[in-house]
T-cell receptor, first 112, second 118 residues
Framework: KQEVTQIPAALSVPEGENLVLNCSFT??????LQWFRQDPGKGLTSLLL?????REQTSGRLNASLDKSSGRSTLYIAASQPGDSATYLC???????????FGAGTILRVKS | NAGVTQTPKFRVLKTGQSMTLLCAQD?????MYWYRQDPGMGLRLIHY???????AKGEVPDGYNVSRLKKQNFLLGLESAAPSQTSVYFC?????????????????FGPGTRLTVL
């Protein structure tokens, strides 16, 4: 059974810092991995999707890497801003991409 | 495009009552999903559908039923609600494209339904 762990559980940083969120998973037989952002009381917004054959994906200030063999993914946020404050969720996909297994998330607070 | 919409946004039920949550998507996606999110546990897959008229069980299907009579709609039913079903329910949909033997599948989520069972 796939298990996903996200470290740290919570993070508070001053504005402008570069930061790294970590995600580890126990079953490396994944099809892809998605990173999501969730604002309080809201739904999930897809940030990045990495296919299992890829090593990284970039979107603006976000960069996600994937090391499938070691069961790890990282989300790098450059020059953090208060608007980046949210919960970030990692979800590797099993079974042809149909089954996402979520971690509990990292709660990020960026202080101005 | 409205994307993925969910009805209702909030609901309070008494134990034993029944209800149906509606999910609709206007992106012509083949795949649709229902998740529940509980504090500290992340999201867990309840049921999913890979096309009109098909459904399959996810990680936590007990106590729920689903139907996909139309491609754009996915209904989640609770026949006899229990306090353990108090949660936030999210619907998602995705395309699925097979290219060069790689399956591209990205899920898009609705805003959620907050359900309380007393």
């Amino acid at each position: 059974k796939q298990e996903v762990t996200q470290i740290p559980a919570a993070l508070s940083v001053p504005e402008g810092e570069n930061l790294v969120l970590n995600c580890s998973f126990t079953d490396s037989a994944i099809y892809n991995l998605q990173w999501f952002r969730q604002d309080p009381g809201k739904g999930l917004t897809s940030l990045l999707l990495i296919q299992s054959s890829q090593r990284e994906q970039t979107s603006g200030r976000l960069n996600a890497s994937l090391d499938k063999s070691s069961g790890r993914s990282t989300l790098y946020i450059a020059a953090s801003q208060p608007g980046d404050s949210a919960t970030y969720l990692c979800a590797p996909a099993m079974e042809y991409g149909n089954k996402l297994v979520f971690g509990a998330g990292t709660i990020l607070r960026v202080k101005s | 495009n409205a994307g993925v919409t969910q009805t209702p946004k909030f609901r309070v039920l008494k134990t034993g009552q029944s209800m149906t949550l509606l999910c609709a998507q206007d992106m012509n996606h083949e795949y649709m999903y229902w998740y529940r999110q509980d504090p500290g546990m992340g999201l867990r897959l309840i049921h999913y559908s890979v096309g009109e008229g098909t459904t399959a069980k996810g990680e936590v299907p007990d106590g729920y039923n689903v139907s996909r009579l139309k491609k754009q709609n996915f209904l989640l039913g609770l026949e006899s609600a229990a306090p353990s079903q108090t949660s936030v329910y999210f619907c998602a949909s995705s395309y699925s494209i097979l290219r060069d033997r790689v399956n591209y599948n990205e899920q898009f989520f609705g805003p959620g339904t907050r359900l309380t069972v007393l």
